[in-house]
C-alpha cells in the first residue's frame, strides 16, 4: 500500500494542509514540537480509524476549533486506488470509503495496514500489560475478522458482567454474561497463543537483521488463566464469583491476559540492555509489518517517527536494510535523513506547515 495523497484541517496543530507524496520515501524534518508526530499520527488512522497515541480524539482536534477533517488517497495492491476520509468531532468519529460511509469497524480495521515505530515503543517491554494486550489485539484483529468480532463480544459481556456486579446482580445473570466471555474468551486464548509463537520467529529474525549478535528472542505468553476449552473458562468465572462480587469487577480472564518480552530465554525487562530493548523493539514492528504482509498481502505503509536519529551510524544501517523493500515509508527527524539511505522526498515542518523541500542538484 502506498499513501499518495494526505489532506488533513484542524488535526491537531495542523490548520489545513494537503501533501502530495511521490515515491517510496518521505522524509519530514524540523525541530521539536513543530508537527512531525502530528502528521504520522494522522496517517497512522487508516488502519483502525484511530490514534495510535491518544485514546481520545478530542486531543486531535485543533484547540478551539469544532472538528478535524483527514482524507487519504491510496494505491492498494488489492482494491486499487482508494480514497479514505475521516471526520472528528468531540465524541463523534465519521469514516467513507469513496462516498460510501463506513458503519462498521470491522470493515476497515486492517484493511490499510501501517506500523509505527515510535520512541515510545520501548514501554512495550518494560511498561503496564495494558500496551501490550493493545498491541497484540490490534495486530490479531487487524488481520483476522473472527479475533475482532470475539474480542468485540467478550468486551461487551464483560462490560455488562462488570455493571451487574456493582449492582449486586445475581448468579443466573452473571452466569450468562459468564457463557458468552468463555465462549469468545478460549478462541481470544487460542489465538493469542498461535500468534506469539509465529510472531516469535518474525521476531528472532528480525533482531538478527538489527542487533550486532543474533540473539533467540522471542515471548512467554502468560494468560490469566490457562483455559483449553469454554466450558473451564466459564467454571472459572463462577468460582471467582463471590470474589468479584466483593470487588465489584472482573478480576480475572482473558482481559487480563499478559506477555514478557524474552531474550536468550531472560525476561527482556528485567535482563537486557537498553540498547537490546531498543533493537527488540524495532524488531517487534519489523515482525508485526511482515505479519500483515503474510496475512493479507498488502505492504504496510511504515511511519517512523525519530527512529533513525536515535540508533548509531552501523545499526541506523542494518535497520535500513531490514525493511522491506517495496514498503513506503514515512519518517521524521530533526535533522535531514542520510543520503545514502535512499532518496527521499523531503518536507520541512515548521508550526504545523509543510513545505517542500527541493532535492539538491547533483
Ligand atoms: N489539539 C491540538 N491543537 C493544537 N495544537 C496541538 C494539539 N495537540 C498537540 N498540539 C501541538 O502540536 C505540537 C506537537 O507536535 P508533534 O508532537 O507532532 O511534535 P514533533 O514535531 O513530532 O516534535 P518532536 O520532535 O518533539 O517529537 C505541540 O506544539 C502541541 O502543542
Redesign the pocket.
Known amino acids: 500500500m502506498q499513501i499518495r495523497a494526505i489532506a488533513l484541517q484542524h488535526f ?2 495542523i490548520p489545513a494542509t494537503r501533501l502530495e507524496l511521490s515515491g517510496r520515501l518521505q522524509f519530514f524534518v ?1 525541530p ?7 502528521l504520522l499520527e494522522a496517517a497512522g488512522f487508516v488502519t483502525a480509524l484511530r490514534s495510535f497515541r491518544s485514546a481520545d480524539a478530542k ?5 478551539g476549533q469544532p472538528e478535524a477533517a483527514l482524507a487519504f488517497s491510496m494505491e492498494h495492491e488489492q482494491e486499487g486506488d482508494t480514497e479514505l476520509t475521516i471526520k472528528l468531532r468531540a465524541g463523534v468519529k465519521e469514516a467513507w470509503l469513496e462516498s460510501t460511509k463506513v458503519t462498521r469497524l470491522a470493515d476497515v480495521i486492517g484493511r490499510f495496514p501501517t506500523v509505527v515505530f515510535s520512541s515510545q515503543d520501548q514501554q512495550l517491554v518494560r511498561g503496564s500489560p495494558g500496551g501490550r494486550r493493545r498491541w497484540l489485539d490490534l495486530t490479531l484483529s487487524a488481520t483476522d475478522k473472527a479475533y475482532f468480532v470475539a474480542l468485540q463480544a467478550y468486551h461487551r459481556a464483560l462490560a455488562e458482567r462488570n455493571a451487574l456486579l456493582k449492582r449486586g446482580g445475581g448468579a443466573a445473570q452473571l452466569a450468562a454474561f459468564e457463557q458468552v466471555m468463555a465462549d469468545h474468551g478460549v478462541g481470544l486464548i487460542r489465538a493469542r497463543r498461535a500468534a506469539l509463537a509465529e510472531l516469535a520467529e518474525l521476531l528472532t529474525s528480525a533482531y538478527a537483521h538489527i542487533a550486532d549478535h543474533a540473539e533467540p528472542a522471542g515471548f512467554a505468553y502468560a494468560p490469566d488463566g490457562d483455559h483449553e476449552d469454554a466450558a473451564s473458562l466459564a467454571a472459572r468465572f463462577a468460582a471467582m464469583r463471590n470474589r468479584d462480587l466483593a470487588m465489584r469487577s472482573t478480576s480475572s480472564g482473558p482481559h487480563r491476559d499478559d506477555f514478557d518480552f524474552m531474550l536468550h530465554a531472560r525476561q527482556a525487562k528485567t535482563f537486557a540492555s537498553e540498547g537490546q530493548q531498543r533493537a527488540l523493539v524495532l524488531s517487534l514492528r519489523l515482525a508485526q509489518a511482515t505479519w500483515f504482509h503474510r496475512r493479507s498481502g498488502v505492504q504496510p505503509t511504515l511511519l517512523a517517527d ?1 527512529v533513525l536519529g536515535e540508533l548509531d551510524p552501523a545499526r541506523r544501517q542494518r535497520f535500513w536494510a531490514a525493511l522491506p523493500r517495496d514498503a513506503q515509508v514515512l519518517a ?1 527527524g ?1 535533522t535531514a535523513p542520510d543520503a545514502e539511505l535512499g532518496d527521499w522526498q523531503v518536507f520541512a ?1 515548521d508550526h504545523g506547515e509543510f513545505v517542500p523541500v527541493e532535492a539538491k542538484a547533483g
Open positions: 491537531r496543530n524540523g521539536n514540537g513543530q508537527g512531525k508526530t502530528n486531543h486531535l482536534i485543533c484547540h525519530d521524521t530533526t515542518v
